[in-house]
């Protein structure tokens, strides 16, 4: 299984929140400093979020631009991520895949003409979940479906990111059911949310995770380093 760093950017600067709270975490500067700072590491996979996207604020395709050019193998962009437009003009600067989150659960028709337009190889759903089982939408603000119901509503995509909100930003331990859900899923699976240390990589992996994606625990040291479990 391998770590992916994640570069969150609001306002123009990396951050990382804690559960998304604006102004809670870590201010960590200037996005193209701290991506290539990953690359220097060895870490070839990149997990980039515009903050401004996913709230409806604003964008951050300036920074997205400047990091697609430090040379990852693989840069997956998502936030806000709600239009092929949108989708089409990450690619052009040289995201990897689209990151979708909403869009699949309030507009699925127009989420499948996307998948037509750009290939399914172009787009990670990323199921945003709490503790209760249920898909926050629309920067966490509100509800959707519960994770069964998403799950079977998906096809045809690249792969899933479960990202257990409650614990993002926390390094506060990871979601120990998270195996059940990612059992369900063909594709690339991905986790995020409360990765503290050595052992959530390594449960990750016993349950089948290809790709960890960690914020808080890497910028704190905690997991620094690891490229691959």
Do not use: C
């Not at 172009?122 to 799950?151: F, M, P």
Request: glycine share 14%.
């Amino acid at each position: 299984m391998k770590v992916i760093p994640s570069v969150d950017i609001s306002e123009g600067k990396a951050v990382k929140r804690v559960k998304g709270v604006k102004g809670t975490g870590l201010v960590l500067g200037d996005p193209l400093k701290v991506a290539e700072e990953i690359y220097s590491m060895g870490y070839r996979q990149l997990h980039v979020v515009d903050l401004d996207g996913a709230e409806g604020t604003g964008n951050n395709s300036d920074k997205l631009r400047e990091i697609a050019k430090v040379g990852f193998d693989w840069l997956q962009v998502g936030g806000g991520v709600r239009s092929l437009e949108r989708a089409s003009e990450l690619l052009r600067a040289g995201a990897s895949a689209v990151i979708m989150s909403t869009l699949p659960f309030t507009r699925p028709d127009e989420f499948y003409k996307i998948i037509d337009s750009l290939g399914g190889d172009k787009v990670l759903v990323s199921l945003d979940y709490d503790s209760q089982g249920y898909v926050l939408i629309k920067g966490w603000k509100e509800r959707s479906l519960t994770l069964n119901d998403a799950l079977r509503s998906l096809r045809g995509i690249k792969g899933v990111i479960f990202t257990y909100v409650d614990r993002e930003g926390t390094s506060g331990g990871i979601d120990e059911n998270a195996g059940k859900w990612a059992a369900l899923v063909e594709g690339i699976k991905e986790y995020a949310g409360g990765i503290g240390g050595l052992e959530d990589l390594l449960k990750l992996k016993a349950m089948g995770f290809n790709f960890a994606v960690v914020g808080m625990s890497f910028y704190t040291g905690k997991v620094r380093g690891i490229v691959e479990v």
